[in-house]
């Protein structure tokens, strides 16, 4: 049983980073129709920005903030000026392409000029240990479990209760309509490219002190993300919140019980059922077919 | 003038054909790997191609499809099969493996299908990594022999490269005619408007099934022919970015064009090896290239030449329709 619950923790949390890169992945998809091929090299970046920062000698904290900024500048501003935009008007198919291309592009950046070595990555929440109901936790886990919880219910209070969020969620749903009822609907999908930004940022500096930093380390991350996507559904912003915790704690519970060798199968193969089954995700809405 | 056209792009194919022949014959062993690897690409493209350019199915498989041929090829012909048994079972196997992937393209469309056949893609990269019995697991096979084809022992890189070339002569006359049979209209009908062809009597289902089958068949042809070209097989060739690769050079030659492929390969294949005097940094500026050319053009290289031609002809065909309009205001 110890066993299990400590499983449940490392699960949850690995979820709640899965999470945070599956909503952004869900919001862009929403407001521009963008599938994010490199959204999990959007993950691996940021982390690389705070080393090159702290090497030129800024502390942790400003590394941070000047490594959020960086990303909101690349990976929201110039990433939606430069390629979105052009490409959008040619369908959602060749935008995939070029997003390939640039998680190809953005990855072999990072080996060339920064290095191809894992690169350790000093931790925001302090390591250790503490004991929950007989049970050790790692401070770590908690710490990304809550950051994590905090910038989702951040981002959930946003679309739901302000006003800017609401103008987000109908720029979202009918550009048309929003348009009409004077939603300045550009800005609004800037926004949530510049959202997506921050969190990836967010969940780059929560991920990397566990796993180091590493070019390559997007694509099992943007892959898992994509799956929860998918799994919770592609459309809701809760959907992508309940997919990730829940592959985060498959993905564990299948390591444990399953077989290591196969443990990426079991989302894998979670993944066809729900996509075979309910197309929309678990928790998403039906999109109406256009044929 | 469609007849001085028609023979110029005839005497166009047969040079380059020959020039495939005859130009690779002083290259060294480097260049040939590279122009085998090129035409096996080729190959599996193609597959692609006709699932995704002609019928519309968007598959994140292809790669999985040449690793099953491949590991076919390897396993059989480590065990004293000849390669042509080989080929044979890995398009069988290939077929019904892509047969079977097709029935969620039944249900689902677009991305959903391409995370289907992307899920696909893993499991049969961890089955290959995992299965050490049958697979060597990441050991790999090794020792993979090179054909004898009518009595002629094909192990040095040359006669191979003819075995690769011969092989995509063969594949791309078959799918040629593929492509004009009503099969390929059948095809075509089902990416316009799968609803309307539908109502045409149309099978839907089966030439959704068909796509997805012949498709992945091509795969496991290049997988075969792989093997055999590197001698040596392990699955990390076969991860899913074999796939996106695939994906990418449909895209990029252009999908849905017959010549598509045989571009889009030449640019993943060869213009990598072309940008390494730069280094390091030849798949950073491969992938800007890409980019640049996706958003230039997104129906990819042969999309640019297709407007371009189209352009022409209605230039052309208003220049004659000036030509006639002043002749009858000047016969009035």
């Not at chain 1, 009822?181 to 940022?201: C, H, K, S, Y």
Request: charged share 10%.
């Amino acid at each position: 049983m110890s066993n299990l619950f400590d499983l449940l923790v490392a699960g949850l949390a690995t979820g709640a980073i899965y999470a945070l890169v599956a909503v952004g992945f869900t919001l862009l998809w929403q407001t521009s129709q963008t599938i994010n091929f490199a959204q999990g090299e959007f993950v691996m970046l940021p982390a690389f920005l705070m080393l090159a920062a702290m090497h030129v000698g800024a502390p942790f904290w400003l590394a941070i903030i000047l490594g959020i900024l960086l990303s909101m500048i690349l990976l929201g501003l110039a990433f939606k000026l430069l390629l979105v935009d052009p490409m959008m008007r040619h369908g959602v198919l060749p935008l995939a392409i070029a997003t390939m291309a640039l998680a190809i592009g953005i990855k072999e950046s990072v080996k060339q000029f920064f290095s191809a070595e894992a690169s350790p990555f000093p931790s925001i929440v302090p390591t250790g240990d503490v004991s929950i109901l007989g049970h050790a936790v790692s401070l770590q886990s908690i710490g990304v479990l809550v950051v994590a919880i905090l910038a989702v219910v951040g981002l959930t209070t946003l679309l739901n209760r302000t006003s800017l969020g609401h103008q987000m969620q109908a720029a979202a749903q009918n550009p048309t309509v929003a348009r009409i009822i004077g939603v300045p609907v550009e800005r609004m999908i800037m926004l949530t490219f510049l959202i997506n930004a921050f969190l990836v940022a967010l969940a780059s500096l929560l991920i990397t002190p566990i796993y180091l930093a590493k070019f390559s380390s997007g694509e099992v991350l943007g892959q898992a993300a994509f799956i929860a996507a998918i799994v919770g559904g592609f459309n809701q912003v809760r959907g992508a919140i309940a997919g990730g915790l829940l592959i985060g704690v498959l993905d564990n519970l299948a390591a444990a019980y399953v077989s290591t060798q196969y443990r990426a199968a079991v989302p894998m193969l979670f993944l066809i059922a729900v996509i075979l089954f309910r197309p929309q995700g678990l928790l998403g809405r039906a999109e109406e077919r256009t044929v | 003038m469609s007849g001085f056209a028609r023979s110029l792009k005839i005497a166009l194919g047969l040079a380059i054909i020959a020039a495939l022949i005859i130009v690779p014959m002083n290259f060294n062993r480097y260049g040939l790997f590279i122009l085998s690897q090129w035409a096996v690409m080729s190959i599996a493209a193609m597959g692609l191609n006709l699932t995704l350019g002609y019928a519309g199915q968007v598959s994140l498989a292809q790669g999985a499809f040449v690793g099953i041929g491949a590991y076919a090829s390897a396993i059989m012909t480590t065990h004293g099969w000849p390669l042509p048994a080989a080929i044979l079972v890995a398009i069988v196997l290939s077929f019904a493996i892509g047969w079977v992937l097709g029935y969620p393209a039944l249900r689902v469309q677009h991305h959903y299908l391409a995370f289907v056949t992307l899920a696909f893609s893993t499991l049969a990269f961890l089955v290959f990594r995992n299965e050490s019995w049958l697979t060597g697991g990441i050991y790999g096979i090794s020792n993979i022999p090179r054909p004898h084809i009518f009595g002629f022992a094909t192990n040095r890189p040359l006669p191979f490269y003819y075995v690769c070339l011969g092989s995509l002569a063969i594949v791309s006359l078959a799918v040629w005619w593929l492509i004009r049979s009503p099969w390929g209209r059948a095809f075509m009908a089902l990416r316009e408007n799968p609803l309307r062809a539908q109502s045409l009597g149309v099978d839907t289902r089966r030439y959704t099934l068909m796509a997805f089958a012949i498709g992945s068949a091509l795969g496991g042809v290049a997988g075969a022919l792989y093997a055999p070209l590197t001698q040596y097989i392990d699955p990390v060739p076969f991860n899913l970015s074999l796939s996106l690769d695939l994906l990418m050079m449909v895209i990029v030659g252009g999908a849905g064009f017959y010549f598509g492929p045989f571009l889009g390969a030449m640019i993943a294949v060869l213009l990598p090896e072309w940008l390494r005097f730069t280094d390091g940094y030849y798949l950073m500026l491969y992938a800007v290239a890409v980019m640049l050319l996706l958003i230039w053009s997104p129906t990819g290289i042969l999309g640019i030449l297709d407007r371009y031609l189209a352009e022409r002809r209605t230039k052309a065909a208003s220049a004659l329709r000036a030509v006639a309009k002043s002749r009858l205001e000047t016969a009035q």
